[in-house]
């Protein structure tokens, strides 16, 4: 997963997400999980917060909180990239899981 992990950070630093979140990890790892079985974004929780969390030794919700802190980050410091991201306009910061998909979709395209 190494290189699912470079990708990943480089879509991260376009969008101005830097090492210091403690999300910061623990989205590229949940994103490169999702890109090697996409259908882990239909149970997030179960399939992906909860391995994340075994991999950092924390718990699935501070893995969640995490990445919904990272996301609102986007949202906050660029939300036209953020909503360029996400295909669509938004009137909040999206759901962890939600910003998850965007991120995988985004990955998985950029390979392409």
């Not at 623990?26 to 999980?33: E, S, W």
């Not at 718990?59 to 410091?77: C, D, G, L, Q, Y």
Request: one cysteine or more; hydrophobic letters at 45%; glycine letters at 6%.
């Amino acid at each position: 997963m190494e290189q699912v992990s470079l990708e990943v950070y480089g879509l991260l630093h376009g969008l101005g997400v830097t090492p210091n979140y403690a999300g910061y990890f623990q989205t590229a790892y949940a994103v490169g999980l999702c890109m090697e079985e996409p259908e882990r974004l239909t149970l997030v929780t179960k399939l992906v917060y909860m391995e994340v969390a075994k991999k950092y030794r924390t718990t699935w919700k501070a893995v969640e909180r995490n990445i919904r802190t990272v996301a609102s980050a986007v949202w906050e410091r660029r939300p036209e990239a953020l909503q360029a991201l996400m295909g669509r306009s938004l009137n909040s910061s999206p759901h962890a899981s939600q910003f998850l998909a965007a991120l995988t979709v985004n990955a998985l395209s950029a390979r392409r």
